[in-house]
T-cell receptor, first 117, second 113 residues
Framework: GAVVSQHPSRVICKSGTSVKIECRSL??????MFWYRQFPKKSLMLMAT?????????EQGVEKDKFLINHASLTLSTLTVTSAHPEDSSFYIC?????????????FGQGTRLTVV | KNQVEQSPQSLIILEGKNCTLQ??????????LRWYKQDTGRGPVSLTI?????NTKSNGRYTATLDADTKQSSLHITASQLSDSASYIC????????????FGAGTRLFVKA
């Protein structure tokens, strides 16, 4: 199946700093990528949908200035958590849709565990 | 309201036993339904994907069923293994623009020796 690589898998940062998470589709082109946040023992919560070459669409309640999303190419999307605070500590997961498939299949990255201290 | 509800919330079974997880949805208009397995601290991995016209699909020891009339799906795991311990997430997508998907809360499965 298609492979989505997410980096880093774990990151610890100091409060007030910014962290960038990368999501790459390794063997397919992804016109659309999705960013999720997951709290312990909870399901994934969609944060935003990013389309290559255009601005991301954020879900209600997600601060666009805090969670900056860039989808500059068909294989790379980045999520930057700006001025991180301890409450931003969470598991962040991206997924990407293969532009060649008819069915809305989405392949997930491995996730990034962010800890803000 | 578009919702996906999964049951049970958690399940403990002995290694080698079978189990069935349930997913009921009210998503409309329906596009497809997927089952994912998510190990702790990892991203979800796709098990099966079914469209409106499909009512069963297998992937090794995993068999998913779909009843589009009653809007119910099940995931049957045969001869469970310790490595099956994970969260199983049911995801339903709507037709139309935006690729809107609705996630179930998941069923946490624990397989014990």
């Amino acid at each position: 199946g298609a492979v989505v690589s997410q980096h880093p898998s774990r990151v610890i940062c100091k409060s007030g700093t910014s962290v960038k998470i990368e999501c790459r589709s390794l063997d397919f082109q992804a016109t659309t990528m999705f960013w999720y946040r997951q709290f312990p023992k909870k399901s994934l919560m969609l944060m935003a949908t990013s389309n290559e070459g255009s601005k991301a669409t954020y879900e209600q309640g997600v601060e666009k200035d805090k969670f900056l999303i860039n989808h500059a190419s068909l294989t790379l999307s980045t999520l930057t958590v700006t001025s991180a605070h301890p409450e931003d500590s969470s598991f962040y997961i991206c997924s990407a849709r293969d532009r060649t498939t008819d069915v809305t299949e989405a392949f997930f990255g491995q996730g990034t565990r962010l800890t803000v201290v | 309201k578009n919702q996906v509800e999964q049951s049970p919330q958690s399940l403990i079974i002995l290694e080698g036993k079978n189990c069935t997880l349930q997913c009921n949805y009210t998503v409309s208009p329906f596009s497809n339904l997927r089952w994912y397995k998510q190990d702790t601290g990892r991203g979800p991995v796709s098990l099966t994907i079914m469209t409106f016209s499909e009512n069963t699909k297998s992937n090794g020891r995993y068999t998913a069923t779909l009843d589009a009339d009653t809007k119910q799906s099940s995931l049957h795991i045969t001869a469970s293994q310790l490595s099956d311990s994970a969260s199983y997430i049911c995801v339903v997508s709507r037709q139309g623009g935006g690729f809107k998907t609705i996630f179930g809360a998941g069923t946490r499965l624990f397989v014990k020796a």
